[in-house]
């Protein structure tokens, strides 16, 4: 007879059967699991009649943790998530990691859509606490206190989808919504939604190739002297021209660019355009051309810049880019580092939208821009509401105090034209001068026109007004 101890090579197997079906950070059931525990509560729901819930869940704001604090507190920090989430949910459910800050939850057995709610909202109350992450004694992340969000999306069965692959693309459907309409909350799956999707994805497809079939274009809006009305700039502004839908305004997909890291190319394609445009112009006006945060933040933005002057022999004093305070949001300092290079370079720098942000003053004392623009929406409610007249003077008395021009968006009628001549606005741009136009027509601006603008800006139409 021999006896053999087996024991140890169990416990290996078990080991490897373990690591095989978990994720090695949390030590939570992996993408392999998951497939196999929601298959197999979608068959006891089928035998018995009752209903599952698959909530897909993003961490918000992760990936700055990572590239501001490293990964080693972005590894502490899912770690901490994991154990919240699972002290709020039942031994059944199931709560699977899928990807870098993406989960899954399987909600089995019968529950109501309530409770299910209820179990997903105190999941992103939970990840919504401060996260107190401690590393090694004078270590880098020592100490150090981070607060996220979650976003969720839930699906149901047999409502949402009767398979487990139509399952889960409703509950990643339900939480593309919630992402896109500002996560931090909860959405269940609405039919609607899937059409709606198809339909983004659609457009975000076709934006892809639009360059290459040569299906965008620039038009430019003057800005003109406060004063004289002579035109100084003209701002170039970006159209897609669909051979189905028509032109396609920016506001429409500019965003969609944004979100699908489209906009880096978009907006690279923007400046070299611009760029190309104005060396042949007649006249040495200036060309603005606006700047996404996330196309500054892209490493090499300056360097990209200086490139995109240097072959089209462009003079930098005749570029300006017009950022919004968002490129500060996220790295500050970084953001004063790139604005030096483009100011050592010779580029003009205007503050975009200045007075609809949240800290402009802070950013106006870190940084020496060289004009800041107001808003269409205050001079829009010029002559209508007397706060607005306050806001546009005390905006207008700011920047001549800081030796900063300012310069007024959207004027649009001869009466707002005379407010801001009388506050000592030193450029102004809207519909009343031009509206945006390829440059092929706005060029070509001939002896009538250039007397249209002066005649805007008399004494006689000054007095017309008053």
Not at 330 to 345: I, K, N, P, S, W
Not at 407 to 432: I, K, N, S
Request: aromatic fraction near 6%.
């Amino acid at each position: 007879m021999a006896l053999r101890d087996l024991s140890r090579r169990r416990r290996d197997e078990a080991r490897i059967r373990h690591l095989a079906l978990h994720d090695a950070l949390t030590d939570l059931p992996n993408r392999t699991l998951l497939e196999e525990r929601l298959g197999l509560a979608l068959e006891n729901a089928a035998e018995n009649g009752t209903s599952v819930a698959l909530a897909y869940l993003d961490l918000d704001r992760f990936k700055p943790v990572n590239d501001f604090h490293g990964h080693a507190a972005g590894d502490a920090l899912l770690v901490q998530a994991a154990k919240r989430m699972l002290a709020e949910l039942r031994p059944t459910d199931t709560l699977a990691r899928i990807g870098g800050d993406e989960f899954v939850i399987v909600l089995a057995h019968t529950r109501t859509l309530a409770q299910v709610a209820e179990t997903a909202e105190r999941l992103v109350a939970a990840l919504g606490r401060p996260f107190q992450i401690e590393g090694q004694i004078g270590g880098p992340i020592e100490g150090l206190r981070i607060e996220i969000g979650a976003s969720v999306g839930i699906a149901l069965y047999p409502s949402d989808g009767s398979t487990a692959e139509s399952l889960k693309r409703a509950a990643d459907t339900a939480l593309y919504r919630v992402k896109d309409e500002g996560r931090g909350a909860v959405r269940f799956f609405e039919a609607a939604m899937d059409e709606q999707l198809q339909a983004r994805r659609r457009i975000e497809h076709e934006l892809s190739g639009a360059i290459a079939r040569g299906e965008l274009a620039l038009d430019y809006q003057p800005i003109v002297n406060g004063q004289t009305g002579e035109i100084e700039t003209f701002e170039a502004l970006i159209r897609w021209h669909h051979p189905e839908r028509g032109c396609v305004f920016p506001a429409d997909f500019i965003p969609l660019a944004e979100q699908t890291d489209q906009i880096g190319r978009i907006g690279a394609w923007v400046l070299d355009t611009a760029c190309a445009a104005a060396v042949a112009w007649p006249h040495p006006w200036r060309v603005s051309v606006n700047v996404s945060p996330k196309q500054f933040r892209q490493p090499g933005f300056a360097a990209g810049v200086a490139a995109v002057l240097g072959r089209h022999g462009l003079s930098p004093g005749r570029l300006v880019l017009e950022i919004t305070e968002g490129v500060f949001i996220h790295d500050a300092a970084t953001a004063l580092e790139v604005l030096t290079a483009l100011r050592t370079l010779g580029v003009r720098l205007a503050l975009d939208d200045f007075g609809t942000g949240y800290s402009s003053l802070s950013y106006l004392q870190r940084f020496q821009f060289d004009k800041i623009k107001v808003d269409r929406s205050f001079v829009r409610r010029l002559g209508q509401h007397a706060d607005a007249l306050t806001i546009v003077r005390a905006i207008t008395h700011l920047g001549h105090n800081l030796g900063l021009k300012v310069t007024v968006e959207g004027v649009e009628t001869q009466e707002q034209l005379a407010v801001l001549r009388e506050l000592g606005c030193d450029q102004m741009q809207g519909y009343l001068f031009a509206r945006p136009a390829p440059m092929t027509n706005l060029s070509e601006t001939g002896p009538s026109d250039r007397a249209r603008l002066r005649a805007l800006f008399s004494d006689e139409a000054a007095r017309a007004c008053a």
